[in-house]
């Protein structure tokens, strides 16, 4: 797929990023016989998040025909809950097949990006050159910039550290005393495979997760080929899953009614974690729903093994060889991986967009996003931002939602 210089210079949409959200809305606007549109993307292939995941067990905690365009079904899923190759090939694909070969753009990274008032577009720098558009799509998504925290004495440590995002394919957890700062929805994934290799898993918690078991199951090779022949079972399956999820939307909405979801995570924990103690420190002071419910059978079995270690206590300090609590107890590591999250509400390009009247788009929203139909903003002509302010979701796929504010554009 092209990665050269751009042409042509002046293109009716611009769309950046090339996961879910920049794709799809390049499909549904060939689909729409609309073709004067680029995709810039900063790394070398398709795929945002699910190409930049690619820590051990990673996988989606939405069921895999939901999480898929409504346009472009995968009947070859083989498992309810998608592992990240088989998203990064569905995306893969999503792109060759829908013909986007020659609106891809990579290695170009968007640098800035003014609103030209008297000429009625954008002005974008790139690292491949200049170019201008009528419409600015912002499909860079909200998990595309890891957040690694700044801990006095990290650079001075000697072994490997890194952000689950950035994992090195040839890291090797066999024997290490390894050190895990953070317990979000990429650690409790990643967790249950490092801990049967490495000699020793510190796992550093701020805030302990609600944990509910995952329904998960291999779709078989019959269920497969049912798909494939009889494309309305797939989307039988589909809206079926979809009213299941948008079910719990009256959870959300009445909260005294999450304690029925509390006591099935509480049994989940009870079975899963024998010791009081571990149990304790396990067990959430708020209410179901407040933060993301993460899915796993295996986290919780896991930081129950006798070589891992859950610490509760603040991180004071990294030394060149361990890592040091607030209550002085010293810990000797090898390597230390950060499952701190992303900069959802504070995207880096934000700070580079520039309005109709000089602002960046950082400056606009002034630490508190906000955008019409979490889509559009004030000030911002033609700009689009796909999963923008109060479009994620707590209960169902983010590609619904992508799916609507593509229509909406």
Same mark, same amino acid.
């Given at each position: 797929?092209? %990665?050269?210089?751009?042409?042509?210079?002046?293109?009716?949409?611009?769309?950046?990023?090339?996961?879910?959200?920049?794709?799809?809305? +390049?499909?549904?606007? #060939?689909?729409?016989?609309?073709?004067?549109?680029?995709?810039?993307?900063? +790394?070398?292939?398709?795929?945002?998040?699910?190409?930049?995941?690619?820590?051990?067990?990673?996988?989606?905690?939405?069921? &895999?025909?939901?999480?898929?365009?409504?346009? @472009?079904?995968?009947?070859?899923?083989?498992? &309810?809950?998608?592992?990240?190759?088989?998203? $990064?090939?569905?995306?893969?694909?999503?792109?060759?097949?829908?013909?986007?070969?020659? %609106?891809?753009?990579?290695?170009? $990274?968007?640098?800035?990006?003014?609103?030209?008032?008297?000429?009625?577009?954008?002005?974008?720098?790139?690292?491949?050159?200049?170019?201008?558009?009528?419409?600015?799509?912002?499909?860079?998504?909200?998990?595309?910039?890891?957040?690694?925290?700044?801990?006095?004495?990290?650079?001075?440590?000697?072994?490997?550290?890194? %952000?689950?995002?950035?994992?090195?394919?040839?890291?090797?957890?066999?024997?290490?005393?390894?050190?895990?700062?953070?317990?979000?929805? &990429?650690?409790? *994934?990643?967790?249950?495979?490092? *801990?049967?290799?490495?000699?020793?898993?510190?796992?550093?918690?701020?805030?302990?997760?609600?944990?509910?078991?995952?329904?998960?199951?291999?779709?078989?090779?019959?269920?497969?080929?049912?798909?494939?022949?009889?494309?309305?079972? *797939?989307?039988?399956?589909?809206?079926?899953?979809?009213?299941?999820?948008?079910?719990?939307?009256?959870?959300?909405? %009445?909260?005294?009614?999450?304690?029925?979801?509390? #006591?099935?995570? #509480?049994?989940?924990?009870?079975?899963?974690?024998?010791?009081?103690?571990? #149990?304790?420190?396990?067990?959430?002071?708020?209410?179901?729903?407040?933060?993301?419910?993460?899915?796993?059978?295996?986290?919780?079995?896991?930081? +129950? *093994?006798?070589?891992?270690?859950?610490?509760?206590?603040?991180?004071?300090?990294?030394?060149?060889?361990?890592?040091?609590?607030?209550?002085?107890?010293?810990?000797?590591?090898?390597?230390?991986?950060?499952?701190?999250?992303?900069?959802?509400?504070?995207?880096?390009?934000?700070?580079?967009?520039?309005?109709?009247?000089?602002?960046?788009?950082?400056?606009?929203?002034?630490?508190?996003?906000? @955008?019409?139909?979490?889509?559009?903003?004030?000030?911002?002509?033609?700009?689009?931002?796909?999963?923008?302010?109060?479009?994620?979701?707590?209960?169902? &796929?983010?590609?619904?939602?992508?799916?609507?504010?593509? @229509?909406?554009?």
């Amino acid at each position: 797929m092209p %990665h050269g210089d751009l042409t042509p210079r002046h293109v009716r949409v611009a769309i950046v990023g090339s996961g879910f959200g920049g794709l799809g809305t +390049a499909l549904r606007l #060939r689909h729409a016989g609309i073709d004067d549109f680029v995709i810039l993307e900063r +790394a070398d292939a398709v795929g945002g998040t699910w190409r930049d995941n690619r820590y051990p067990g990673c996988a989606c905690d939405v069921q &895999s025909h939901l999480y898929a365009f409504s346009f @472009a079904p995968n009947p070859d899923w083989s498992e &309810s809950y998608a592992p990240q190759p088989e998203i $990064e090939r569905y995306l893969a694909r999503c792109a060759a097949e829908g013909g986007l070969a020659a %609106h891809l753009r990579f290695r170009h $990274e968007v640098r800035a990006a003014t609103w030209d008032d008297a000429a009625l577009r954008w002005r974008l720098e790139t690292a491949g050159g200049a170019i201008t558009a009528d419409v600015l799509v912002m499909a860079t998504g909200p998990l595309s910039d890891p957040v690694i925290p700044e801990i006095p004495g990290l650079a001075r440590f000697r072994g490997p550290a890194f %952000h689950s995002a950035r994992w090195p394919a040839d890291f090797d957890a066999r024997g290490r005393r390894i050190a895990v700062v953070g317990t979000g929805a &990429s650690a409790i *994934q990643f967790i249950p495979a490092l *801990q049967p290799h490495a000699a020793r898993l510190h796992v550093f918690q701020r805030t302990a997760p609600w944990v509910l078991p995952r329904p998960e199951h291999r779709i078989g090779a019959g269920r497969r080929a049912l798909y494939r022949g009889v494309p309305l079972a *797939q989307r039988a399956v589909r809206q079926t899953i979809y009213l299941a999820r948008e079910a719990m939307v009256v959870l959300f909405r %009445h909260p005294g009614a999450m304690r029925l979801a509390e #006591r099935a995570a #509480r049994r989940h924990l009870r079975q899963a974690v024998r010791d009081p103690a571990l #149990r304790a420190k396990l067990t959430p002071d708020f209410r179901l729903g407040c933060k993301r419910v993460l899915l796993s059978n295996t986290y919780l079995p896991a930081v +129950a *093994q006798p070589n891992v270690e859950v610490v509760t206590d603040a991180i004071a300090e990294v030394r060149e060889d361990a890592i040091v609590t607030r209550d002085g107890a010293v810990r000797p590591v090898d390597a230390i991986v950060f499952g701190t999250g992303f900069r959802p509400t504070d995207p880096p390009l934000a700070h580079a967009l520039r309005g109709r009247d000089g602002r960046t788009l950082a400056e606009a929203w002034g630490g508190s996003p906000r @955008a019409h139909l979490g889509t559009t903003v004030a000030g911002f002509p033609n700009l689009f931002v796909l999963l923008g302010p109060n479009t994620g979701l707590g209960h169902s &796929s983010v590609v619904y939602m992508i799916e609507a504010q593509i @229509a909406h554009l």
